[in-house]
């Protein structure tokens, strides 16, 4: 009996029905990129001193520029004048336009300083949650928890989805991702208190991830072997796409509850799917429900204008005969090649996450103009891709692995080193850096699929979820 791989060789391996949901498919993974770093714009901490009652009226009386308000009212730059005041009434009449602070300290000692108990004035024209919330000096750290839970959220969702879409069904799974993320997105730009903007962001990050990689998982099964790769590839160049696009939006959008429905709203048209992309017939053979899995590459052999011959219209599964089909995660320590494997890819996925995350979240490549420097850190990406793309057949998985691992490590390395000065030599090693942690982060997700039998790849979560992207002889590239 044929398999679906066997068939779409004569009805299309990529064709106008794969690229129609391919394209539609990529959507989702560009408007995932909001949640993964929306952080740099929902969370943007823009200059900020205490509030002190008086001070406004004082400087508008005295004449001052912003310059010296601050020179004259705050304790100085740095966390100092960010999170202190001094503490003096600045609506006395005694206090004069020039040096007010003059004389107010006996002997010259220095004045008093207190905490900002009325609150902190931001120098921004937009808003953030910080500037909403005060994530501020003693309360910075709330902003971390921001970001932290969307992140916890990522590894639970990816942990169990790919179990849970093996039970239920690619199609269903994304379909509620979608649905719970766009309700809890919303529900996050209305929320009242820091509370309930935190609860609703934790939701977003338990669906959000789990829906990116079911678009991952679904796209890989609908083509044909020799296209599996490329689509993995441009799968997640569409997630570069969505920087640019988040970059354009944020500068038009300063406001980060405005900015937060925007990039939310699109996810409802997602829905809409539920006509346009089918369920993946290798999953629905999986569960031997091959009627439905032939009536759905029938309307594929249909869109792609190819005929299915009467031979090929009884199906078998994909796994190879007397294969396991019951994989768990001991199976990824089970042998001596298979636990090393494991480990080098597990510090690996560390090590490129931290670095890409940190990387992505400020590049300083167009100093302080937050929006320039993360469109200009963005573009680097796309070479990264090309890269890959390049070099992969040709040279092998392993050196191009290996090569932008290192590159990226002796980029920012390099870099805490080269004087503020030389701008130019601190560009070159950011824009490496971010090329090659870029290349080691799309590799990964390659790799995995390529390094463990069928069985267990396709039980195990996150990017090397369900994905054969290479023949098995492809993995002599890391014997």
């Not at 024209?125 to 309360?139: D, Q, Y």
Request: include cysteine.
């Amino acid at each position: 009996m044929p398999t679906v791989d066997d068939i779409l060789k004569h009805i299309g391996e990529f064709n106008f029905f794969q690229k129609q949901t391919f394209f539609l498919l990529c959507l989702i993974s560009i408007a995932f990129t909001p949640i993964y770093v929306g952080i740099v714009f929902l969370g943007f901490t823009p200059d900020h001193r205490c509030r002190s009652p008086g001070v406004a009226e004082l400087s508008r009386r005295c004449g001052w520029s912003l310059a010296e308000e601050l020179n004259y009212t705050v304790p100085g730059p740095g966390p100092e004048g960010q999170c202190l005041r001094y503490e003096v009434d600045w609506n006395q009449s005694a206090l004069g336009c020039l040096d007010p602070l003059a004389g107010l300290a006996a002997n010259g000692s220095p004045l008093p300083l207190g905490p900002c108990d009325q609150g902190w004035v931001y120098d921004t024209p937009g808003s953030s949650i910080v500037t909403e919330f005060n994530l501020v000096c003693a309360n910075s750290w709330m902003l971390d928890l921001f970001q932290s839970v969307v992140n916890v959220g990522f590894f639970i969702g990816s942990l169990s989805i790919g179990y849970i879409a093996d039970r239920f069904g690619r199609k269903p799974c994304l379909l509620i991702t979608i649905l719970i993320n766009a309700s809890s997105g919303v529900l996050m730009a209305i929320a009242p208190n820091y509370t309930s903007m935190l609860i609703f962001r934790l939701i977003q990050g338990l669906v959000s991830k789990a829906g990116w990689l079911i678009g991952y998982i679904l796209i890989t099964e609908f083509v044909g072997l020799n296209y599996r790769r490329t689509v993995a590839i441009f799968y997640q160049v569409a997630f570069t796409v969505g920087l640019l696009v988040l970059a354009g939006v944020a500068y038009a959008l300063p406001h980060w509850r405005w900015l937060q429905f925007t990039v939310t709203l699109p996810n409802f048209c997602f829905l809409l799917y539920y006509w346009c992309v089918p369920e993946s017939p290798r999953w629905l053979i999986s569960q031997n429900k091959n009627a439905k899995a032939m009536k759905i590459i029938k309307h594929i052999a249909k869109k792609n204008g190819k005929p299915l011959p009467e031979s090929l219209q009884s199906l078998r599964p994909d796994e190879e005969a007397g294969e396991k089909l019951n994989p768990s995660f001991l199976d990824l320590v089970r042998t001596p090649q298979i636990r090393k494997h494991t480990l080098i890819l597990m510090y690996n996925w560390f090590t490129s996450s931290v670095l890409y995350q940190g990387l992505i979240m400020h590049m300083g490549l167009a100093g302080s103009n937050i929006y320039l420097d993360f469109f200009y850190s963005a573009l680097v990406e796309f070479p990264a891709a090309f890269t890959i793309i390049l070099t992969i057949d040709r040279v092998g998985r392993r050196y191009p692995w290996a090569t932008s691992n290192m590159v990226a490590g002796a980029a920012c390395l390099a870099s805490a080193f080269i004087p503020e000065d030389l701008y130019w030599l601190r560009v070159t090693a950011a824009c490496l850096g971010r090329m090659g942690i870029t290349v080691a982060y799309e590799m990964i997700c390659l790799v995995n699929a390529e390094l463990y039998p069928t069985f267990i790849s396709r039980g195990r979560p996150d990017c090397w979820r369900t994905r054969g992207v290479a023949p098995r002889n492809q993995r002599e590239d890391f014997a």
